[in-house]
T-cell receptor, first 111, second 115 residues
Framework: GQQLNQSPQSMFIQEGEDVSMNCTSS?????WLWYKQDPGEGPVLLIA?????ELTSNGRLTAQFGITRKDSFLNISASIPSDVGIYFC???????????FGSGTQLTVLP | GAVVSQHPSRVICKSGTSVKIECRSL??????MFWYRQFPKQSLMLMAT?????????EQGVEKDKFLINHASLTLSTLTVTSAHPEDSSFYIC???????????FGPGTRLTVT
């Protein structure tokens, strides 16, 4: 199936630093979602975005739904060791309700 | 929040045998469930959409006769990997969709190893 272009593929940052990752698509989506996956577990929803231009925060996480409906970014502020994991963006069209996942960003937080 | 379980969490089987993986929505009814496969260091790839009471819809390239899906009730979908081969070794993840929601609730995944 189609995948979204997610970057960067991996990041190594110092604890306390801010992180930014983004996704782009050639297709329009009605909903953008960001998930975190820990090793050996299923993905957990972090933030859901439902309207173009929407900016939503969840604690230290902030995500935006691009105006063109073809992109989204996720920012993590003041990173901590438990932020380590793989972050996936996903696009969804309401008609199909299926999710198309990005390729993932592996985040490593160094103490 | 909504809880989805999978059983087993890990399974090892011999090549040529069949393996059944269960996906259950524990506190809500799911008219639609999805099955994903994830290879190491890769993203989740949708295999099929499972609708209660009807045949599953498979994504292009996924063999319906090899990956049998049964969604017999509003809380249970099963994926059976028939005649498993080592290349079927992967992490299989299901998600469930409530009929009033567009949000998918993911299970914890099943690690399949075929020897």
């Amino acid at each position: 199936g189609q995948q979204l272009n997610q970057s960067p593929q991996s990041m190594f940052i110092q604890e306390g630093e801010d992180v930014s990752m983004n996704c782009t698509s050639s297709s329009i989506f009605n909903t953008w979602l960001w998930y975190k996956q820990d090793p050996g577990e299923g993905p957990v929803l972090l933030i859901a975005l439902y309207k173009a231009g929407e900016l939503t925060s969840n604690g230290r996480l902030t995500a935006q739904f691009g105006i063109t409906r073809k992109d989204s970014f996720l920012n993590i502020s003041a990173s901590i060791p438990s932020d380590v994991g793989i972050y996936f963006c996903a696009g969804q069209n309401r008609s199909a309700r299926q999710l198309t996942f990005g390729s993932g960003t592996q985040l490593t937080v160094l103490p | 929040g909504a809880v989805v379980s999978q059983h087993p969490s890990r399974v090892i089987c011999k090549s040529g045998t069949s393996v059944k993986i269960e996906c259950r929505s524990l506190d809500f009814q799911a008219t639609t469930m999805f099955w994903y496969r994830q290879f190491p260091k890769q993203s989740l790839m949708l295999m099929a959409t499972s609708n209660e009471g009807s045949k599953a819809t498979y994504e292009q390239g996924v063999e319906k006769d090899k990956f049998l899906i049964n969604h017999a009730s509003l809380t249970l979908s099963t994926l059976t990997v028939t005649s498993a081969h080592p290349e079927d070794s992967s992490f299989y993840i299901c998600s469930a969709l409530g009929h009033l929601s567009y949000e998918q609730y993911f299970g914890p995944g099943t690690r399949l190893t075929v020897t």
